[in-house]
């Protein structure tokens, strides 16, 4: 079933950091599409969610290990904002993750809103990643591309190699400084106790093959702690647009249970769901083909919603599903509270 064997749902990873470390660009290179170039001034202003599915993720991991398993689905990656007024998108962002990558920038190094994050994700006893992206940018780095991050340095001189081994350890440093014991991800022992580093870039793609391995144990790991499927329906709403013929649309995360086409859903005003909708799946880079509609999709997933009055629909909120044996106004009063 669209569920997997093991009846799982997928699960979900959000990307944080300072502004301008290059999560967007991170995630572009991982789906293959090139999304940061469009946003206005290069800024992320809301909340992103991209699918990748099982398939996809180990043919990007191959190279690194030719047998990993991935027991779930796919992984529904949530792109979070950097812009420092832009807490409460984090914030939110983060209440919907299993886990996270935290991205830095080997160049700066820790900045206002990583600590920021790094304190939001301790709050919440959220697992996370260490992505030390731009790597690239090191004086004299030789591309590699999308290569594995250990045969890609490998490749590079003393020079390079001396440099980031300094960044790096100015880095973990920085982390100890937070109470965070930090180690390169190849070197790290116990991973219980300290967090793992991996050096990435999202323009030549060292690395990526690594954090997307790193990403494939992480949920291997969630999915026997908590990723077992529930019916409840958990769906929130990420942002309304208007498409041409529909109307005003929103674009949802489905974080558990499934909706199906026809489903009557309150949040707050109650209408029916038309179509559900997600985007062509990227079969190669820069491929962008027309949506696919589905009868029913099942968690997680990011999902467009056509319906009537979905103007009226918040930013933010809970979306609820009716059931058979519901009260339609009982509902609406919790939506009130939401
Ligand atoms: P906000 O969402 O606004 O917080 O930014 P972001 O963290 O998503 O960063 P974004 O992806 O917008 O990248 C910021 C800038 O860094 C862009 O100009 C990217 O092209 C550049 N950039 C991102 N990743 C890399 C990288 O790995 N190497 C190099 N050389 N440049 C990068
Ligand atoms: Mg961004
Ligand atoms: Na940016």
Redesign the pocket.
């Known amino acids: 079933s669209a569920r997997g064997e093991e009846n799982v749902r997928s699960p979900i990873c959000c990307i944080m950091?300072?502004?301008?470390?290059?999560?967007?660009?991170?995630?572009?290179?991982i789906i293959g599409r090139n999304v940061?170039?469009g946003?206005a001034g290069?800024?992320?202003?809301k909340i992103g969610a991209t699918y990748l599915s099982a398939r996809n993720i180990l043919e990007k991991t191959m190279e690194l290990k030719s047998d990993a398993k991935l027991n779930v689905p796919g992984l529904l990656f949530i792109?979070?904002?950097?812009?420092k007024f832009f807490m409460n998108l984090r914030s939110r962002g983060l209440t919907l993750c299993d886990f996270a990558i935290l991205?830095v920038?080997v160049m700066h190094g820790l900045e206002p809103?990583t600590i920021e994050c790094l304190n939001l994700l301790r709050k919440r006893n959220t697992e996370f990643i260490i992505a030390l992206?731009?790597?690239?940018?090191l004086y004299g780095w030789k591309t590699c591309e999308n290569a594995p991050i250990m045969k890609a340095m490998k490749q590079q001189t003393n020079d390079v190699r001396n440099e980031f081994n300094m960044r790096l350890n100015e880095i973990i440093d920085q982390f100890k400084d937070q109470g965070l014991n930090t180690e390169l991800y190849y070197k790290n022992k116990e991973m219980r106790e300290t967090f793992s580093i991996v050096p990435?870039?999202?323009?030549?793609g060292e690395g990526i093959p690594d954090l997307l391995l790193l990403l494939v144990q992480l949920s291997q790991k969630t999915v026997v702690e908590k990723l077992t499927y529930v019916d409840k329906v958990q769906c929130i709403v990420l942002e309304g647009k208007v498409m041409e013929g529909y109307g005003t649309t929103i674009d949802v995360v489905l974080v558990n249970g499934e909706l199906h086409e026809g489903d009557q859903i309150v949040g707050p005003i109650v209408t029916t769901i038309r179509a559900l909708l997600t985007p062509h799946p990227i079969k190669e880079l820069h491929v962008n083909g027309n949506p696919v509609h589905h009868e029913v999709i099942t968690a997680a997933q990011c999902i467009n919603i056509i319906a009537q009055g979905l103007e009226h629909t918040i930013v933010g909120t809970t979306l609820h599903v009716v059931g058979p044996d519901d009260d339609i106004e009982a509902i609406k009063e919790l939506v009130m509270l939401d």
């Open positions: 950091g300072h502004i301008d470390t290059g999560k967007t660009k991170l995630l572009d290179y940061q170039e946003e290069g800024t992320t202003q792109d979070t904002p950097g812009y991205v920038d809103q992206t731009k790597v690239d940018r990435t870039s999202a323009i030549s």
